[in-house]
């Protein structure tokens, strides 16, 4: 193992779980923003489907 590899593997290890984390905080969120996405189109679409036909307020 060169000599620079032991010298900074010390600050990699402190940074390498920050990143991971990061990594993966990344893709849930990006996630859970993709699913209320679809989740308010399919309710727009369900609203939409299921509205009365005459949407005139009653006298």
Do not use: G
């Not at 193992?1 to 940074?15: E, F, G, Q």
């Not at 189109?41 to 006298?59: C, G, L, R, T, V």
């Amino acid at each position: 193992m060169p000599n620079w590899w032991s010298d900074i593997w010390p600050y990699l290890a402190a940074i390498l779980p920050t990143i991971c984390v990061s990594i993966l905080f990344y893709f849930i969120i990006k996630a859970m923003i993709e699913a209320d996405r679809r989740e308010r189109i399919a309710q727009a679409k369900w609203e939409k489907e299921h509205q009365p036909k005459d949407s005139s307020p009653p006298k």
